[in-house]
């Protein structure tokens, strides 16, 4: 279950992102779609195993509860910024 809920969150939440674009823009402006997915798919993997790996260390001190309300807190800060900045 923990594969599955990864997976579909991970999935999600690239859909649309500008890491999905500047992939889509390499692949259209001519580049080896092959090379331009295993450079993309190796970046994903490379953030993921530095966040697993943060979140291990971090889950040690710091209770599970307190990881997802300060990552809520960000993720809300992050929108609201993303909303009020200009351009």
Known sequence: M??????VTVLL???GD???LATLALA????TRWLVFLGAALALIVSSAVAVLVGSALGQVVPAVWL???AGVL??????LYVVSPG
């Open 75 to 80: 993720m809300i800060g992050l929108g609201v």
């Open 2 to 7: 923990t594969f599955l809920t990864a997976f």
């Open 28 to 31: 259209a402006g001519g580049h």
């Open 13 to 15: 939440a690239e859909l």
């Open 18 to 20: 500008k890491t999905q």
């Open 68 to 70: 997802r309300r300060g």
